[in-house]
Each structure stands twice: as C-alpha cells, then as structure tokens.
C-alpha cells in the first residue's frame, strides 16, 4: 500500500451482477494505480459474491440489498486509501486507460472529485446526466465523502448530493464524457416491467433530490473537463 494520500481503493457496489462484475475487477486489479479493490455484494441472490471471490478483491457480503449509497458507505468504511474510485458493476466497454483518466486528476491534486460520462445516446436522460453530473464512474479524496451528511448518501441519490457538497465547499470537480463506456440497461437485466419501474423509483427520488439540495438551498456549478 502507497502512502495513504497516494493510495487509491476501488469500490465497486454490486447487485444481481454476476455478469459482469468480474470483468470490472480484473481492470481495476491489474491496474498499476490500483492499491485494493472492494466489492460490496448488496443483498444479491445471485453468484454475483463468488464470481467476485475468484478473483484479489475484498468482498463484502451483505444479506439484505440496502441501496447503492449505503453499499458505497459499507466500502469506504473497509478502504485504506485517502483517493476513493467507485465503479458501477454493470459497465460494459470499461479499459484500464479509462480507468487512468478518472484517477490521475484526483491523485494528483487536481481535482477533488472527478466522474467519468457514459455513452448515453440510447436514454432520454444523457442531456440531464451531463449537466447535473449523474455518474457512477468517479474518483474523489475521502474528506469529500466524509463531509457528506450520512442521510444523504444512502441510495441511487448520493451522486447529487456529492456533487452538491462539492461545490458548496468550493472545491475542484471535473466530468468528462467516455465513448465506447455504457452499462446494462435495468431493462435488459431484469425484463421490462421490473426494470421500468426501478428505474421510475430512481428517477423519483432523484428528482426530490436535486429540488431538495438545488432549488432550495441553491445551484451548484460543474466544471467541465473535456
């Protein structure tokens, strides 16, 4: 393990990934500025754990699914390193060098937070995602995560809420767009009606989200990398 300000955890929240889940590690296990990869099986009932024990990440196994913040907060809690990297399980066209992106600007000083976009041609939402900075890919120092109230990084919301504080303390944060990175839609992994309505939840709570923090307390501003 690098110094601890050096030294970078990868935390990946999984569930119902057995799919894809080990492709996503083998990148981030085989990357040189990689010091440990976490795994937070959140409640799965499928091999989505043992796929994830067949390789050198740590996994953290949980009975019940308790929601994509609360199993990020459960892999910060078991993470050395002061650069914290969260990957989505469910990526497809991920590489190492897109990997290196997200990590150089946050380990070397310059950016506090940094979020890589997704090809997101196919979802009516890719304008909204770019502009409030919706992603799952992102790189940013501890202090950021810690100096988020614990209610507001609980579930699918907590991308909003890192990107409010962020700018509320004034500090750096980039995004930059990534042809050729996308993801399972929810539809394809769990037949249409399911999906669907996962994806209105989310898109539910993260609507009370952004008035919550954006409309009442005020806008926050992202910088744009390109």
Same mark, same amino acid.
């Given at each position: +393990?690098?110094? !601890?300000? !050096? ?21 981030? &296990? ?17 091999? /989505? ?16 699914? !308790? ?30 060098? +897109? ?23 196919? &979802?009516?939402? !890719? ?40 700018? /509320? ?28 309505? &996962? ?28």
């Amino acid at each position: +393990m690098r110094q !601890q300000s !050096q030294a970078v955890s990868v935390i990946i929240p999984a569930f119902e990934e057995e799919s894809t889940i080990r492709s996503i590690i083998t990148v981030a &296990e085989r990357h040189p500025l990689v010091d440990e990869v976490i795994v937070v099986d959140d409640g799965s009932t499928d091999g /989505t754990a043992d796929a994830a024990r067949t390789t050198s990440a740590i996994v953290i196994e949980r009975k019940e699914n !308790q929601g994509k913040g609360s199993a990020m907060n459960a892999g910060v809690r078991q993470a050395k390193g002061d650069v914290l990297v969260f990957l989505d399980a469910d990526l497809t066209g991920f590489t190492a060098s +897109m990997l290196t992106s997200l990590i150089q600007p946050v380990r070397s000083g310059r950016y506090d937070m940094f979020t890589l976009i997704r090809d997101r041609y196919m &979802e009516p939402i !890719q304008s909204l995602s770019n502009k409030i900075n919706i992603g799952g890919e992102r790189a940013l120092r501890r202090a950021l995560w810690s100096a988020v109230p614990a209610e507001e990084r609980r579930g699918f919301d907590v991308e909003l809420s890192l990107n409010y504080y962020a700018s /509320t303390l004034g500090k750096k944060v980039g995004v930059l767009p990534v042809p050729g990175l996308d993801h399972i839609v929810k539809e394809r992994k769990h037949g249409f009606v399911r999906g669907a309505t &996962e994806r209105m939840g989310m898109l539910t709570s993260m609507t009370k989200t952004y008035v919550k923090l954006y409309l009442f307390r005020g806008t926050a501003t992202v910088i744009t990398d390109a």
